[in-house]
């Protein structure tokens, strides 16, 4: 099975850059990383097929199967969005049935860079949909499905939160019927008050998902408001949760006191504190129990708090 990427970077010779562009569509063997070439590059239509067919492997007819779409931050090379894509892979296992996707926005890899990022987040963040979920529903037959889920970390909270609004604006997408099944927030580098069901910033996110579920975590110092390489100071989701006020269909998960349990050794790709959840067995599980949609209060990887808020914890 290839690493599937839909590459939103422009093409610098042999190379991906990181200023924005039409998307290139990847099939990526072995452990190869991303290039503009015949060996990698496929036509939307073959890929989205190709994407399809991977994620139905093994699914009995009448069963879905899964995509799930990894949306990267800021701040990450094309090297870092592989070692995230792949790890991502092999922990989801035999456990989840179906393929990763990565969405890999034109990112670049200097910290101090965050307002260029965000420019290029902005841009990009269309085509997720456009070029990514729309690609793939269009070519699903009734008998023949997939559940389409997200995984957006840091900064690629904003991108999805802006790509579900976009879409909801492009006169080309009028009328176009689209759903992702479980959108799933982590270190989310976006205000918590953006996530209020009042919010019009995220009503085309909340209308068009079947269930949001934000991990938060106190010990997350990237998303500090002391931090210089940031611009928001308004308090970000992916530390505090979700405001009081988010609808029904959205699930805040409190990672602070598991993060404190996390072993030092623990392998991490990235900041600690900001990046631990792909690679942590305890996340994995709840994750695939979210897109195998297993009921929100009958989880061995939650404490209930109140309705719709949790704390993650060891089973």
Known sequence: ????????????????????????????????????????????????????????????RGEMGNVLVF???????????????????????AQFRGVVVSFDWPSGDVGAFYLEDLADANHSALQLVRDGILLLGDLQQPDCTVNIH???????????REAFTAADDADDLTGKTW???????????ISSRSLSGSDHR??????????????????DDVLTVSNVKRA???????????PDDAPLH???????????????????????????????????????????GLDRDVRVTRALVKENRFKLVRP
């Open 1 to 60: 099975m290839s690493d599937y990427v839909i590459c939103a970077r422009n093409i610098k010779g042999k190379k991906f850059g990181s200023e924005p562009a039409a998307s290139s569509y990847l099939a990526i063997d072995g452990d190869a990383e991303p290039r503009p070439a015949k060996d990698q590059l496929l036509t939307p239509t073959k890929w989205a097929k190709r994407v399809i067919a991977d994620a139905r492997a093994g699914v009995p």
């Open 71 to 93: 949306v990267h931050g800021f701040n990450n090379s094309q090297e870092t969005v592989m070692k995230r894509h792949r790890k991502l892979r092999d922990d989801l296992g």
């Open 150 to 160: 997200i995984l957006a970390h840091s900064m690629g909270a904003y991108v999805t």
């Open 179 to 189: 759903r992702i099944n479980q959108v799933m927030l982590i270190a989310a580098d």
């Open 202 to 219: 995220t009503q085309a996110l909340y209308r068009n998902c079947g269930r949001l579920t934000c991990y938060s975590s106190r010990h």
């Open 232 to 242: 928001g100071v308004a308090p970000r989701a992916g530390r505090i949760g979700l």
């Open 250 to 292: 959205a699930v805040n998960v409190d990672c602070t006191d598991y993060w404190a349990t996390i072993p030092k050794a623990q392998a991490v790709v990235g900041n600690r504190e900001h990046s631990w959840h792909i690679g942590d067995p305890v996340f994995t599980r709840d994750m695939i129990d979210t897109m195998n």
